[in-house]
């Protein structure tokens, strides 16, 4: 089974609009962390937002938050007032992190959605 | 070096032929990945390097692939009688596992692979 799903292949926003990314994930662990990057046409994989599973608050940096719904094992990205430069795939990831669990500390990828953003 | 570095960033052979493929993690980073991911596609997952536990080499594609890591730091990803669906960008990320949820991961700029 897929332990994320990313369902949006590809999503269109005009800029200065928001726009959220769908992410679900699987886990049976009680620990883990959730990512998200971005990746330009350049190719370099840029690290954006992280969400720990204990934390009590959606994660947020600069233009991105992170809309964390635990019991749904959901972790939406919104990305607010986009911008031109925001057009790239981006992918979310989990990282299971409980040790004497199998996939301790291994991180796990979407197969990401294209975002492109039109102005 | 600051940041992850792969040699080399590109790579044309022919068919057959074996690749190898280095990746030179962070300083002090445990966890090392290769990922492999071919044009507008996601990540495959390869193998993965936690410290001194055995590999998690579940993603390997085939007995033609196999990765190795040298003194906890530099790894070579090694591919037998390369084949033209081989052809990828082949990235590389680490990480410090400092707890059970935190750490995320910083990858180098890929080695492309095209085979002829």
């Known amino acids: 089974a897929q332990k994320i799903t990313q369902t949006q292949p590809g999503m269109f926003v005009q800029e200065k609009e928001a726009v959220t990314l769908d992410c679900t994930y699987d886990?049976?662990?009680?620990?883990?962390?959730l990512f998200w990057y971005k990746q330009p046409s350049s190719g370099e994989m840029i690290f954006l937002i992280y969400q720990g599973s204990y934390d009590q608050q959606n994660a947020t940096e600069g233009r991105y938050s992170l809309n964390f719904q635990k019991a749904r094992k959901s972790a939406n990205l919104v990305i607010s007032a986009s911008q031109l430069g925001d057009s790239a795939m981006y992918f979310c990831a989990m990282r299971e992190g409980a040790s004497g669990y199998t996939n301790a500390g291994k991180s796990t990828f979407g197969d990401g959605t294209t975002l492109t953003v039109k102005p | 070096g600051a940041g992850v570095s792969q040699s080399p960033s590109n790579k044309v052979t022919e068919k057959g032929k074996d690749v190898e493929l280095r990746c030179d993690p962070i300083?002090?980073?445990?966890?090392l990945y290769w990922y492999r991911q071919s044009l507008g596609q996601g990540l495959e997952f390869l193998i993965y390097?936690?410290?001194?536990?055995?590999?998690?080499k579940s993603g390997l594609p085939s007995d033609r692939f196999s990765a190795e890591r040298t003194g906890g730091s530099v790894s070579t990803l090694t591919i037998q009688r390369t084949q033209q669906e081989d052809s990828a960008v082949y990235l590389c990320?680490?990480?410090?596992?400092?707890?059970?949820?935190?750490?995320?991961?910083?990858f180098g700029e890929g080695s492309r692979l095209t085979v002829l």
């Open positions: 390097f936690q410290g001194n536990s055995a590999p998690d």
């Open positions: 300083s002090g980073h445990t966890a």
């Open positions: 990320a680490s990480s410090f596992r400092t707890g059970s949820e935190t750490g995320e991961l910083f």
């Open positions: 886990t049976s662990d009680p620990s883990y962390g």
